[in-house]
């Protein structure tokens, strides 16, 4: 798709979105993570993503 921007703080991205995108289309939540687990061969590791995600969820700080 495209390169991430390290610099880009994640509250100008909604912003950002309001004057591209349609309402419905608007992002409501999200996880915000510091990095993405990978495998040797440099794929995305899911089943860590799920994890942390099921781990976030029960905490209370996540909607799935």
Sequence with gaps: MGLANPGVKAEVIP????????????????????????????KIQRKILREWAKRN????????
Excluded: I, N, R
Aim: no cysteine.
């Design 15 to 42: 912003e950002w979105m309001k004057g591209k995108v349609a309402k419905h289309k608007w992002l409501t939540g999200g996880v915000v993570f510091s990095e993405v687990p990978k495998s040797a061969a440099g």
């Design 57 to 64: 969820s029960q905490q209370g700080k996540l909607k799935l």
